[in-house]
């Protein structure tokens, strides 16, 4: 099977009440983790880079090493996404050099320049047969070259999407309903404190997402900035040489919810980074004398499938849908 677009694992999932998960990719142990656990569980994938990662692995290795998991799963439906294109450019570079489906990010521009730019990079994808995701409301958080502060962000108006789809033609479109970018996606004020003394951040906004819902029946919706921050793996993080103070996700069981719902797309990227590196900590500090990176990145690598393995079968639901 080669490499596919989201389209009809969307549709699957919209009418089965479950979520693709969108994880991103940096380098071959992160791939290997993804499709491995995606084949075990029979789960459909979309692996995505963002500017971030083809400035670290450049976009040919990118591509090359998601062939190569392909070749190696080929009864896995996979998509290769771009995360967040800046603009044009960006996007048209993706879907010149074998991406079957791009983001582009113009939501921290006006209404109608985000039309306009979405418009144009939707005409040039599908006249290539690539899809395109769009996105309206602005995130909080930081990943990569996304740097948005709380000020700064905005959720999503529901009464501007259906002029937004129309206009477009973009295929799926990401809304901003409380999740946030990185590993700190809440300021401890913003939180409460269970009675273990865990921040519990505070609720997702299912009302915006039930109006956009409303007024695009049948409409992939994306949720961007949705790692959980697992505290099993800062705990690790922390007891081997970390410093991750007061980092706090969304909680899965919200996540589960809306893919329940209108979610067909949920964006998981910190999550691996912080599976990855409590291995590779551990490690170190339980092996001083090993210098071999096939050693350590081993055991990260391990933590970094265990836990897409968990997010297919607990959050998303995508186990056994191929």
């Known amino acids: 099977m080669p490499l596919v677009t989201s389209t009809e694992m969307f549709k699957k999932a919209y009418d089965g009440g479950y979520a693709i998960g969108a994880f991103n990719i940096n380098n071959?142990?992160?791939?290997q983790a993804i499709t491995d656990a995606a084949a075990e569980l029979k789960s459909p994938v979309i692996l995505q880079a963002s500017a971030g990662a083809r400035k670290y692995a450049n976009s040919v290795y990118l591509v090359k090493l998601v062939e190569a998991a392909l070749a190696l799963h080929p009864e896995v439906?996979?998509?290769?996404?771009?995360?967040?294109?800046?603009?044009?450019?960006?996007c048209k570079d993706c879907v010149d050099n074998g991406f079957t489906s791009v983001m582009i990010d113009y939501s921290g521009h006006s209404f109608e320049e985000n039309i306009e730019e979405s418009r144009k990079v939707a005409e040039y994808a599908h006249a290539h047969g690539v899809v395109v995701e769009a996105e309206l409301g602005t995130l909080a958080g930081i990943e990569d070259d996304v740097k948005v502060a709380a000020e700064d962000s905005s959720y999503t108006r529901p009464e501007d999407v259906e002029e937004f789809v129309?206009?477009?033609?973009?295929?799926?479109?990401?809304?901003?309903?409380?999740?946030?970018?990185?590993?700190?996606?809440?300021?401890?004020?913003?939180?409460?404190r269970n009675e273990k003394g865990i921040l519990v951040p505070p609720p997702l906004?299912?009302?915006?997402?039930?109006?956009?819902?409303?007024?695009?029946?049948g409409f992939p919706i994306v949720l961007h900035g949705s790692s959980s921050v697992?505290?099993?793996?800062?705990?690790?993080?922390?007891?081997y040489g970390g410093a991750?103070?007061?980092?706090?996700?969304?909680?899965?069981?919200e996540?589960?919810?809306?893919?329940?719902l209108s979610v067909c797309k949920i964006n998981i990227d910190s999550d691996l980074r912080i599976g990855m590196t409590a291995g590779i900590r551990k490690h170190f500090a339980e092996h001083p004398e090993h210098f071999d990176p096939r050693q350590y990145i081993t055991d990260g690598r391990a933590n970094v499938k265990a836990i897409v393995a968990?997010?297919?079968?607990?959050?998303?639901g995508s186990d056994g849908k191929i």
């Open 28 to 31: 071959l142990e992160i791939v």
């Open 77 to 90: 439906p996979m998509v290769l996404h771009l995360d967040h294109g800046a603009n044009f450019e960006v």
């Open 166 to 192: 129309k206009r477009t033609g973009v295929d799926s479109l990401a809304i901003a309903i409380g999740t946030s970018h990185g590993a700190y996606k809440f300021k401890p004020e913003q939180c409460t």
């Open 205 to 217: 906004r299912f009302d915006i997402l039930e109006e956009v819902s409303r007024r695009l029946p």
């Open 230 to 239: 697992p505290q099993e793996y800062v705990k690790i993080v922390n007891e």
């Open 244 to 253: 991750m103070k007061d980092a706090v996700g969304v909680p899965e069981d």
């Open 255 to 260: 996540l589960r919810h809306a893919a329940q």
């Open 310 to 316: 968990h997010k297919i079968k607990e959050v998303l």
